[in-house]
């Protein structure tokens, strides 16, 4: 449980922003100080937050990640042929 003002404060910005998902520490570091490392290794020493390990690819090859926005509603706005 995370009992300091400003642990209640990342907590809260992390829970807006990203809910569940995973997140990165440089995806948090421009909205708080110097302070965030310490907060963020007291949270994940209370288990309030998990750390994941950065994933290494078995041939020591380069790791890139993509990602897709989907909009879902009731009009067509585009389909695959329009890439």
Do not use: W
């Amino acid at each position: 449980m995370a009992r300091l003002p400003k642990e209640r404060e990342v907590i809260k910005f992390i829970e807006s922003e990203f809910g569940n998902f995973p997140f990165s520490k440089r995806s948090i570091e421009e909205h708080f100080n110097k302070n965030l490392m310490f907060i963020i290794v007291n949270l994940t020493n209370k288990g309030v937050l998990r750390n994941y390990e950065v994933l290494r690819e078995a041939g020591k090859g380069i790791v890139s990640q993509t990602e897709d926005t989907i909009i879902v509603s009731d009009k067509i706005i585009c389909t695959t042929s329009d890439y």
